[in-house]
C-alpha cells in the first residue's frame, strides 16, 4: 500500500492572517467606469437614428407662425390684386365721399319716388282689371241681346210673311165678295124687271 507524501507545514500568520513580517499593501481606489459608446449609425447602419420629439409648446409656436405667415401672405396677394386692378391703391377725399354721399340719396329718393309710381300703377291695373270684368260681363249681355234681337228679328219676319199671305187672302175675300155682290145686285135687277112693284093708288 502506497503512502502519501508528507503535506508541508503551513507558515505562522499574524492576527490579520497574514504571515508573519509581511504587511498588507495599501488599498486602490476603485476605477470609475466608464460609459461604453452608443453604437453610431455610421459604424452600425441596419440601427435606425431615434425619431424627433417635439413638445406642444414648439408645435403652438410652429402652428402661430405658420398661421400669421399664412395671413400675411394673404393680405399681401389681396392688396396686390386690388393694387392691379385699380391701378394701385387710393384712399377717396372727403369732397368725394361727400358727393358719392349725395348720389346715394339722390338715388334713394329716386328709388322712393319709382316705388311710389309702381304701388300707383298696381292700383291702375287692379282697376283696369276690375273695369275689364265689367266689360266681360257687358260683352256677354250684349252678345245675348243680339241673340234675341236676332231671333226677334226671325219672328218679324215670319209675322210678316203670315201677314202677306192675309192680306193676299183678304183680298182674294174681298174680290169674291164683290163678285157675289156684284151678281146679287145684277140679279135683283132682273127680278125687278120680270115682277116690277106694284104701284098702290089713292
Known amino acids: 500500500m502506497a503512502t502519501s507524501p508528507p503535506l508541508p507545514e503551513p507558515n505562522p500568520v499574524g492576527a490579520e492572517g497574514l504571515p508573519s513580517g509581511e504587511t498588507l499593501p495599501p488599498a486602490s481606489e476603485p476605477e470609475a467606469v466608464k460609459p461604453s459608446p452608443l453604437p453610431s449609425t455610421a459604424e452600425n447602419p441596419s440601427v435606425p437614428p431615434p425619431p424627433a420629439t417635439f413638445t406642444r409648446t414648439q408645435m403652438g409656436c410652429a402652428f402661430a407662425l405658420s398661421f400669421f405667415l399664412t395671413l400675411g401672405l394673404s393680405l399681401f396677394l389681396t392688396l396686390g390684386i386690388l393694387a392691379s386692378l385699380n391701378g394701385g391703391l387710393r384712399f377717396a377725399s372727403q369732397a368725394q365721399v361727400a358727393s358719392l ?21 298696381r292700383e291702375r291695373v287692379s282697376s283696369l282689371e276690375a273695369l275689364g270684368k265689367r266689360v266681360t260681363t257687358v260683352e256677354q249681355a250684349t252678345r245675348s241681346l243680339n241673340d234675341s234681337v236676332e231671333s226677334l228679328s226671325q219672328q218679324a219676319d215670319e ?9 193676299k187672302e183678304f183680298k182674294a175675300l174681298q174680290e169674291q165678295n164683290g163678285r157675289i155682290q156684284a151678281f146679287l145686285e145684277g140679279l135683283r135687277d132682273l127680278l125687278t124687271g120680270i115682277f116690277p112693284p106694284e104701284v098702290n093708288t089713292p
Open 101 to 121: 354721399s349725395a348720389r346715394m340719396e339722390a338715388m334713394e329718393t329716386r328709388l322712393g319716388q319709382l316705388s311710389t309710381d309702381i304701388n300707383t300703377l
Open 159 to 167: 209675322n210678316a210673311a203670315q201677314l202677306n199671305a192675309l192680306q
